[in-house]
């Protein structure tokens, strides 16, 4: 018999392997974002530099992101990609939620045809249909206008209901009956129940569709065809680094990028616990 | 009421909607119903029929260039627009299928008040309508919102892709200045076999792409859910800082992170430089021309690992504890109840999630055209490079050539394959008897 402290030991080790290994990991995945900041502080000019420590630090490519807006207007765009975000992740998530609780949980003729039709619309490639969806924003007059950036944004929404719907089947479907024979409407059932109960893909669902305007220039730039002040950031940062203006805005990128990216990472860090935590003390034990 | 007055109000019904349930007593309904054959008659008249004319040869007169005296300049003559005559044609046809389900509804409703009153039974008020809307019917109020938005910006603009594909929508024939018409399977069959270097592009791409999606949805699963299990490890300290680390790369926009990881992988790139001062290569290491597809999948693996890692730790935590108590109490090791609960629990939540994966890693545009754009090049692909995946491939055929017929004929070809895919795989595993199971 093995002595309990070899045993003792040889979990030590593991641990502290496992560390070791977590630590390397972080490193790969962490160093183009300390790349990205260190750029963003880096007083010289230019896309390449043959070292990775800058040689002066200033905090200049920050200032002239919010001075120097006569080419670039990035504080106009932070602003038009905030308020389709908002709006279009509301409205995105209304319908994620809605969808996915109309096929976990209400039980009617058509409803397997109607998951089916969903998931095959979602095939399509998205912006294939983009040149059509112009014409009819045009139609309806809102091309080159936000309210038509949100429509383009959250139209389609429905097509993802998997994640949330998969989410909702883990909801033991006693509760429902429960409240049904205490007397609740479907309508209280969803409002009261479900979603209270499902914090974690609520939050999941808002967060996504809150992100997606800032990464999303292909749509953006089919709609806007060239109306600058009505860019997103990442159609307007992505114009910074075209070959003629890389060299010169190169830093200015990397400084816009961390000013997007700082807000949403807060925002994720904030609302992690949510994935994690889940409703391990909710629903399942009720 | 007498017999023949029924006979009139069903025969008004044919031609009147809502004149059956306004007769007795469904008046609001019956309103309702008239307002839409109302709404359908006047679009027809005013938008519709035109384009309806125009849809079986897509226009016929070319806008043209004529001399006007008065003003001695040319003047253009507008000629039709085929585009907007498809759309709009496609349009029309939409609203007025719609319009024939309203009447069908129609009648329907009018047989059924009908009946309730020959059996002496009052039909169902407006009111309780409505009360029903918020119980039985409850998914109609909770599906309209999200249809509306479907037919008008998915279904329709589908419709209007598939149609591209059977026309020379091309840049020889763009509207406004130029006519395109209807080609029937020429399209397919150049793609297919008579225009080899097409053909050969074609299967190439296709090979890649599913590869790629393969092996990225693989990699990116495995490794994601490793990680989660790593972290959720007994014994790991400082559990949320090590995860808040992976999720940090998350958050930062993907164009942002794949622009940035270019410039640091590019030839003349901070990392081939500071190789190259450590002295530990002579060369730059070309990741975007020797290695470009190596280079894409690892990229790839770091963007999606966070993802997987995320959502499988939220599911790890939310397996029912007493699911494991009772394998404890009948005697079930770590490893069985691993093998037992945690795989086949992870496996049913994670399902859909995993096709959709793969899906999107088929469809992955973001990747691909931010990282290589399709590069290398290569002489025996037609307008491609050797990472184009099929998608980027389209894109740059719509964006860079034009060339909207071709694009949408790969579009429909990726819509069947991921379509077939899809639908087999969902019905097997994500959805089926067992959806019940875990509830």
């Known amino acids: 018999m093995k002595s309990q402290g070899f045993y003792r030991f040889r979990k030590t080790a593991a641990n502290v392997l496992c560390h070791v290994f977590l630590g390397v990991l972080s490193a790969v995945w962490l160093i183009p974002i300390a790349w990205l900041i260190l750029n963003s ?5 230019g896309a390449y530099t043959s070292y990775v420590i800058p040689k002066g630090f200033t905090l200049q490519n920050y200032v002239n992101l919010f001075t120097n807006t006569k080419t670039y207007n990035f504080p106009q765009w932070f602003l038009n990609t905030f308020i389709v975000a908002v709006l279009s992740c509301l409205i995105t998530t209304l319908i994620v939620l809605m969808v996915s609780f109309v096929f976990s949980r209400l039980r009617f003729p058509s409803r397997r045809k109607l998951m089916n039709i969903l998931l095959v619309l979602g095939m399509f490639p998205g912006f294939m249909s983009m040149v059509a969806v112009y014409h009819i924003l045009k139609l309806m007059n809102l091309t080159q206008t936000l309210t038509g950036l949100v429509i383009v944004y959250s139209a389609g929404a429905a097509l993802v209901y998997y994640i949330a719907k998969g989410f909702f089947d883990t909801i033991p479907r006693s509760v429902d009956e429960a409240a049904t024979i205490d007397g609740a409407s479907k309508n209280t059932i969803f409002w009261r129940i479900t979603l209270p109960m499902s914090r974690p893909i609520v939050v999941y669902t808002l967060l996504t569709s809150f992100m997606a305007p800032w990464a999303d220039f292909i749509f953006v730039s089919v709609l806007m065809k060239g109306k600058v002040d009505k860019f997103t950031v990442a159609l307007g940062l992505r114009q910074m680094l075209e070959r003629e203006t890389v060299s010169e805005y190169f830093t200015q990128f990397c400084a816009g990028s961390v000013l997007v990216s700082v807000p949403l990472v807060i925002l994720f860090l904030l609302t992690q616990k949510n994935y994690v935590e889940g409703i391990t003390g909710g629903s399942t034990k009720g | 009421m007498g017999q023949s007055k029924a006979k009139v109000i069903t025969g008004l019904n044919f031609a009147v909607m809502g004149a ?334 995993l096709i959709t994966q793969f899906v999107g890693n088929i469809n992955n545009f973001n990747v691909i055209y931010l990282l290589t754009g399709g590069e290398p090049k290569s002489l025996d692909y037609y307008k491609a490079g050797k990472t184009d995946l099929l998608i980027t491939w389209l894109y740059k055929q719509t964006v860079d050539e034009q060339d909207y017929k071709l694009a949408s004929t790969l579009g429909i070809i990726i819509f069947i394959i991921i379509g077939a895919f899809s639908l087999l795989s969902f019905n097997l595993f994500a959805g089926g008897g067992k959806e019940e199971n875990f509830q």
């Open chain 1, 41 to 45: 502080l880096r007083e010289e000019r």
């Open chain 2, 20 to 353: 059956g349930c306004a007769a007795r007593g469904q008046v609001a309904k019956g309103i309702l119903l008239f307002a839409a054959q109302c709404s359908y008659i006047c679009f027809m008249v005013f938008f519709g029929a035109g384009y309806l004319a125009g849809f079986r040869t897509l226009g016929v007169t070319e806008q043209t260039a004529a001399w006007n005296e008065s003003l001695q300049i040319n003047e253009t003559i507008k000629g039709d627009n085929s585009m907007l005559i498809l759309l709009f044609g496609i349009l029309s046809l939409a609203v007025t299928a719609l319009f024939i389900y309203l009447y069908i509804v129609n009648i329907r409703l009018g047989f059924k008040a009908l009946q309730a009153e020959r059996e002496g039974r009052r039909p169902p008020t407006f009111r309780e309508d409505l009360r029903s809307l918020w119980n039985d019917k409850y998914h109609l109020v909770l599906l309209t919102l999200p249809a509306i938005g479907l037919l008008a910006f998915t279904v329709l603009p589908q419709i209007f892709m598939v149609c591209m594909a059977f026309t020379n929508f091309d840049k020889t024939h763009q509207p406004p200045g130029k006519l395109f018409t209807w080609v029937g399977f020429d399209n397919f069959k150049e793609i297919f076999w008579s225009n080899p270097r097409k053909s050969q592009t074609f299967l190439r791409i296709l090979g890649w792409t599913l590869t790629w999606a393969v092996t990225a949805t693989a990699t990116c699963y495995f490794g994601g859910i490793a990680l989660a299990l790593l972290i959720n490890k007994k014994g790991i300290r400082l559990k949320k800082m090590w995860r808040s680390f992976f999720v940090i790369t998350i958050a930062v926009p993907q164009f942002v992170s794949l622009l940035l990881i270019r410039q640091f992988l590019n030839d003349n790139g901070t990392l081939n430089i500071l190789l190259q001062n450590w002295g530990l290569i002579d060369q730059p290491i070309m990741f975007f021309r020797d290695y470009a597809r190596q280079t894409v999948l690892f990229v790839n693996f770091w963007i999606g690992v966070p993802y997987t890692m995320l959502i499988t730790t939220g599911i790890l935590m939310n397996i029912p504890a007493d699911l494991y108590e009772s394998a404890r109490m009948d005697g079930a090791g770590p490893f069985l109840t691993f093998r037992k609960i945690t795989v086949p629990y992870m496996f049913f939540v994670t399902a859909p999630y």
